[in-house]
């Protein structure tokens, strides 16, 4: 019927802006992920949660530090060995690699979005102090990655629980995706570390609030810089809404 052949037209219309959207803008990759994640849980929540009795005392205190550190230590010597096995061969674009290293400061990234230019920038300048080369930029993206591993952790750690923090800093630190990921200079890796950093230091906040760990003027203050941190994110796309 006439109808049908609309309806289907009209599904096929959105489904393909849907998709658009997906490939075209990193909020669309970004909630292709949430949506990952949420599934996982889900099962998670589903299936394996119910048959657990409740998070054990276990890994608390030196013990948690002392496998963290364990946890970092093995993420790093990954991440080293993927550096020392590249040789020198970045992955993808090397756009942002060559305007770091170069005496250019004109904006080469309206491609892309605000962020691109302080991403470039902070990169020219570590390399400035690690020399030019290839690796050393993958070092760089080596250190961001684990830095968003250890603050991942503690984010976790204080709004879900240790268990939840557990698995989510073994998926980051030896999914193949994520330590391979150092080879591909971009700041998608530094956006995501200032993502979680804003979401960390929102939890922290709200929890310090709920437990009066600070006074009331204190805690004004701590909001609105966080409202500063979150409108510069905002400002420069750090998580793709406008690109």
Not at 10 to 22: N, R
Request: net charge positive; with cysteine; hydrophobic share 60%.
């Amino acid at each position: 019927r006439v109808t049908d052949i609309i309806d289907i037209c009209i599904v096929a219309f959105l489904l393909y802006f849907v998709y658009k959207f997906i490939r075209d803008r990193r909020a669309g990759k970004l909630a292709v992920g949430i949506l990952l994640l949420f599934g996982l849980y889900k099962l998670f929540e589903k299936f394996i949660l119910p048959k657990m009795t409740g998070e054990t005392p276990v890994l608390q205190g030196i013990a948690e530090w002392f496998v963290l550190a364990i946890v970092v230590f093995v993420a790093v010597a990954v991440r080293v060995v993927v550096i020392i096995a590249a040789t020198g061969n970045l992955e993808g674009t090397t756009l942002f690699y060559e305007q770091a290293i170069s005496n250019n400061t004109g904006n080469a990234f309206d491609f892309y979005n605000n962020g691109a230019c302080i991403y470039s920038g902070l990169l020219g300048f570590v390399l400035s102090f690690l020399g030019h080369i290839p690796n050393a930029a993958m070092g760089v993206q080596a250190g961001i990655q684990v830095v968003t591993i250890v603050i991942t952790y503690f984010m976790l750690k204080k709004s879900l629980g240790r268990m939840y923090a557990w698995i989510a800093v073994v998926l980051l630190s030896f999914l193949p995706g994520s330590f391979m990921a150092v080879r591909t200079i971009t700041p998608d890796a530094l956006f995501t570390m200032f993502l979680v950093l804003f979401m960390w230091a929102l939890v922290s906040l709200g929890t310090a609030n709920r437990e009066q760990k600070v006074k009331g003027n204190v805690y004004i203050l701590l909001f609105i810089l966080l409202g500063v941190f979150a409108a510069f994110l905002t400002y420069y796309d750090m998580v793709g809404i406008v690109a």
